[in-house]
């Protein structure tokens, strides 16, 4: 069966799910040419079985808020693909959470950790519950009652849930604390957490830092360096603000930072001192970037994006398919050169299209945010080892494990003319690892 024929087929068994047949369709568009050198992986239906989730666990998550009324939301765990190793991805709580997006996410996680070369499967989960303007007493109720049903379904040498968008070093202290208790044993099923129980040092830096430790290869091969450069960047979250953090030190310009209500634009470069005042607001207060309204030297845009803007590379950081068609057409009109992919698919089918008519360089996020689960790899050997490694030790392997990812994608990437297609180099490089590891196990 050819790749066409897979995405009309996921296309009519999940007729609700676009971000699912978006991920999907941008994996199976980009292999399709490699399957047909290859066609050993079109035997035993192995494109079909790839494209199937092995088990998906939905469970009601009842909790109390602080008026004492019970509330309830839905909780997730999709375990998409164990051939490399463990179930591993992050919980995501937001409202927008459903099986479409946790598909997509499963999906795109699988690949990802191959490339980082770990043995590590697929998997992400999650809950609609919004953290926003929760008290940390509802957040602890809810978390306790989440890792409760979710703690029957994971395990160190099965499935490793980490954190994700609304999940933090908090979140994951409450699940952890609960799993903890309940299992009794003190195992790594876990990452993203505290440095105080277990945790790895670098992993809370780690998807920012990755992300630039990719850009800079790609700059590397073009003959560039990051010094100078500026840099928009969308989100205010961890992965924004690291990856920010490591601009600076790089030498690089970042301009912005934006969340679901506006933009934060430093048209002189966003400095260290407001950088440290930004990871107050976001990871202490939990606040809001419209706070900094009329702070000297920035301005504040309600309700906008950075892609209007002038900028030598743009770093979407946020969520989902927040650049689109004219998004992208902004990007190419102001001579945006690099789009390096932070959150996971920030650019729409439609959108990524446009850059490749125009040869912009375009990294996927499989590829350039793979810096977390590659430090939460990190954290679960050291786990295994019990062990502690320092930030020095930790940051290098990082580093090097995204530059061999960067050497894959452009070892399966490289187009006859020079061109790097990243897209193309990644999923191939994703597919072919998990594709040999499940045709070797067989038709399970």
Request: proline residues 3%; neutral net charge.
């Amino acid at each position: 069966m050819d790749t066409k024929k897979i995405i009309a087929k996921v296309k009519a068994e999940n007729p609700n799910e676009p971000e699912f047949l978006q991920t999907v369709t941008e994996m199976m568009e980009s292999i399709q040419d490699f399957v047909n050198d290859n066609p050993e992986y079109t035997s035993d239906s192995l494109l079909e079985r790839i494209v199937e989730p092995e088990r998906i666990v939905q469970f009601r998550v009842p909790w109390r808020n602080d008026k004492g009324e019970v509330m309830v939301n839905k909780g997730y765990r999709v375990q998409f693909n164990s051939a490399l190793g463990p179930y591993k991805g992050g919980l995501r709580f937001h409202p927008t959470v459903n099986l479409s997006i946790l598909k997509f996410l499963g999906f795109e996680q699988t690949f990802k950790n191959a490339l980082t070369g770990m043995m590590l499967g697929g998997g992400k989960g999650g809950s609609n519950f919004d953290p926003r303007g929760k008290s940390d007493r509802e957040i602890m109720n809810f978390c306790q009652s989440f890792a409760t049903e979710l703690s029957r379904h994971v395990g160190e040498s099965t499935d490793v849930p980490a954190g994700d968008i609304g999940v933090g070093g908090r979140e994951i202290g409450y699940i952890f604390g609960q799993y903890k208790r309940l299992r009794n044993e003190f195992t790594g099923t876990f990452t993203g957490k505290g440095i105080a129980f277990s945790g790895s040092l670098v992993r809370t830096e780690a998807t920012g830092y990755g992300v630039v430790y990719f850009a800079q290869e790609v700059l590397k091969g073009a003959g560039e360096k990051f010094e100078g450069k500026k840099v928009l960047v969308s989100g205010a979250g961890n992965v924004s603000l690291y990856t920010i953090e490591k601009l600076l030190q790089l030498g690089a310009i970042p301009l912005t930072v934006s969340d679901s209500d506006g933009l934060l634009y430093a048209k002189s470069g966003i400095t260290k001192e407001l950088l440290e005042e930004l990871k107050n607001l976001k990871f202490v207060r939990y606040g809001r970037l419209d706070e900094f309204a009329h702070k000297p030297g920035v301005e504040y845009f309600k309700g906008k994006n950075p892609w209007g803007l002038k900028g030598d590379l743009a770093i979407p950081a946020a969520t989902q398919n927040e650049i689109n068609t004219e998004d992208a057409a902004l990007l190419i009109k102001n001579k945006v050169n690099y789009i390096i992919e932070a959150a996971n698919m920030p650019t729409t089918l439609d959108a990524y299209k446009e850059f490749v008519k125009n040869k912009t360089i375009f990294v996927p996020s499989k590829a350039a945010n793979a810096g977390g689960v590659a430090v939460s790899g990190l954290e679960m050997a050291q786990n295994s080892q019990r062990e502690s490694w320092s930030f020095e030790t930790v940051d290098k392997l990082l580093k090097n494990v995204m530059a061999n990812i960067h050497r894959i994608s452009m070892t399966y990437g490289e187009e006859k003319n020079g061109h790097i297609d990243y897209v193309k180099g990644a999923n191939i490089g994703g597919f072919k690892r998990v594709a040999d590891a499940m045709l070797a196990q067989g038709v399970v």
